[in-house]
């Protein structure tokens, strides 16, 4: 019996962990939850999986959960940035997972490798602030962090089939998005519906959004880097409209190993949680001659600025990285508002990293007050 702690328990991801703790109730048990601000839902979840801890976004949150349990759970409730490191280093616990959206979830990862727990990590923006600093970590207390996001897990996977030493390129496959062939004028005009609708996986809000700018794709290829340990020229992007093939790596003898699959988000968190192993999942099988008309393309990064910048953050130093994320969430959120026109997300992350001199490696402690003073740049760039 494995035991779990889920941060980001609410979310899309975290809901389909808690489907495959369902489905093989005699290999996880959750121990801990975390969630945000959907209550009723992780209420829900309380009552099926009676954790041990459960977190919440703040104290007004935690009395409205408290108000939709009965008494035993009340004192298992916690709160906060401190609540979620609680949850996450549980000591019972020998996994945690990280599914939590956006940098709030470095510190609870961070919490959870200095606590001896093994990381499933969804959380791409823990590596993208501070990937140096979190893998030093994950090496010095001797646990695993095994990739969630199905592009690491690709690449993860494809990578036990030869030696480290012998990969030329890690090849990342992005769908798109929405507006792969939406004229570039088009742009300033979507509206947010729009740049939701992602053609072929259901997700989040911000991870959504961030889709459809490519600043996803972005941000996995500085995860990747620090994840792999390649450089930022090994790393290389695809776009692959069909999101069959799920990532590439390219060995020094002309070898190309793909990882293909359905999309679906529950085969690489399985993989994650029983790994080695694999477990049958019950899911429809790839159908390989209904994929006769697999594409691929070259990024246009006129029409995805998003893409570029994350490279060029990449090529700036561990701290660049950290002010292109942190600017990137506010300008989001700030398009989900409806207070900018989507080409401004990728504008008001340029303008950022522009304003701040972050060519220097920073301790975790620079690196939040680096996180803060982008936050307040972009918002100040926000009309």
Known sequence: MKNLALL?????????????????????QILGLAAGRNVKLLSDQVLEFKPKR????????????????????????????????????????????????????????????????????????????AGKLVMQKVQENG???LPIDSEHSAIFQALEAGRREDVSQLILTASGGPFLHTPIDDLLNVSCDEALAHPNWSMG???SIDSATMMNKGLEVIEAHW????????????????????????????????????????????YALSYPE????????????????????????????????????????????????????????????????????????????DRIESGVDLDLDGLIEIDEEARKIAESLIP
């Open 278 to 353: 694999r477990i049958a999942l019950g899911l429809k099988p790839l159908n390989l001659w209904q994929c006769s008309d697999l594409e691929f393309y070259e990024p246009d990064y006129a029409r995805f600025p998003a893409l570029r910048l994350a490279f060029e953050a990449l090529e700036r130093g561990e701290a660049c990285s950290a002010v292109l994320n942190a600017a990137n969430e506010v300008a989001v959120a700030a398009f989900l508002d409806m207070r900018i026109a989507f080409p401004q997300i990728s504008a008001i992350v340029e303008q950022t990293m």
């Open 143 to 145: 646990v695993r962090l």
């Open 205 to 207: 809000k911000k991870i």
């Open 54 to 129: 459960i977190s919440v976004l703040d104290e007004i949150h935690a009395d409205e959960l408290a108000a939709l349990l009965p008494g035993e759970f009340r004192e298992r409730i916690v709160w906060g940035l401190n609540g979620n490191v609680e949850v996450a280093s549980l000591q019972e616990v020998s996994m945690t997972i990280c599914a939590v959206v956006g940098a709030a979830g470095l510190l609870p990862t961070i919490g959870a490798i200095e606590a001896g727990k093994d990381i499933g990590l969804a959380n791409k923006e823990t590596l993208v602030v």
């Open 8 to 28: 980001g328990s609410t979310g899309s991801i975290g809901i389909n962990v808690l489907n495959i703790v369902r489905q093989f109730p005699n290999r996880f």
């Open 227 to 270: 994840l792999f340990n390649m450089a930022p020229q090994a790393i290389s992007v695809v776009v692959h409209p069909q999101s069959i093939v799920h990532s590439l790596v390219e060995y020094q003898d002309g070898s190309v190993l793909a990882q293909l699959g359905i999309p679906d988000m529950k085969i690489p968190i399985a």
